[in-house]
């Protein structure tokens, strides 16, 4: 494991049944970096994150999260320790309110109500539209209310590392542009993030560092400027 990096991943490997889904994948996350790991559909992405929250089982590999071996931890246990997955496909719960479902994202905290309470108003100046929306159902939000709503809830448990898969997923652009710039700023507030992403242009230009998958294996690292101009990523993800 590499001194800085928050989270390291060595030789990960995921099968479903004769599927070789993830293919001896390595990653190391720099504390207070953003990183990406970018791909085409099906190369492995979000079964790689799902393996880090705890949610699929490993054929083969080790995850380290701040020095501790969380490889065989429970997923409930995996977000206590402050590594916590923004819900796929923005799964809110849509009978609750904005409120409620901020709310809920603290479950796993111990500290007071005044605490919760200091960092909903934080959500809320993070994502304005949410403030205005604190009493609607989650249900009746448009598409990119209801991304911002799984990232809040998702902040709402304190974490020491935040998981995306895919936030830009079915959004228009400038709702993108909106979001990806709250996590720029969220991350300059300290947070480091791992950001799944199919938008490889976007992605690149907002992390760090990226890692580039292609049927289960990393093919291509470095900083996500570098990678940008990379010919083999401009043929291959950028049209050029
Ligand atoms: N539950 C499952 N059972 C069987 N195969 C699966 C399952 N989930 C994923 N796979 C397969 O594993 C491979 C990797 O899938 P994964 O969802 O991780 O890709 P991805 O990179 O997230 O793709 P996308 O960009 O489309 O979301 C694919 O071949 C997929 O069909
Ligand atoms: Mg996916």
């Known amino acids: 494991m590499s001194a ?8 990960l490997s995921i099968n479903y049944g004769h599927v070789n889904a993830v293919r001896g994948i390595d990653l190391d996350l720099a504390a207070g970096e953003i990183t990406a790991l970018v791909g085409a559909n099906g190369a492995g992405k979000t ?5 880090l929250s705890g949610l699929v089982k490993k054929a083969a590999g080790a995850v380290h999260f701040d020095g ?4 065989a931890m429970a997923p409930h246990r995996i977000v206590a320790s402050g590594l916590v997955q923004v819900a796929e496909g923005r799964a809110t719960l849509t009978t609750l309110t904005v409120r409620e479902n901020l709310d809920l994202g603290a479950y796993t905290r111990r500290d007071g109500a005044t605490a919760r309470a200091r960092d909903v108003d934080r959500i809320y100046s993070l994502f304005p539209r949410l403030a205005e929306r604190a ?14 709503l799984a990232i809040g ?3 709402m448990a304190k974490p020491r590392l935040l998981l995306l ?3 830009s997923m ?5 709702i993108v542009q909106d979001i990806f710039r709250t996590l720029k700023r969220i991350n300059a507030e300290g947070l480091t993030i791992f950001l799944v992403e199919q938008n490889v242009k976007q992605a690149l230009k907002l992390a760090h560092r990226a890692y580039v998958v292609e049927s289960g294996e990393v093919v291509l690292q470095g900083r996500g400027a570098e990678l940008l101009g990379d010919p083999r990523v401009q043929a291959a993800y950028l049209g050029h």
């Open 135 to 148: 009493t609607q159902m989650a249900g009746s939000l448009s598409g990119g209310e209801q991304q911002m």
């Open 68 to 71: 501790q071996d969380i490889s």
């Open 170 to 174: 079915g959004l228009a652009p400038l």
């Open 47 to 51: 079964t790689t994150l799902m393996a």
């Open 153 to 155: 809830r998702a902040l």
């Open 4 to 11: 800085q990096a928050l989270l390291s991943v060595r030789g």
């Open 165 to 167: 898969d895919e936030p």
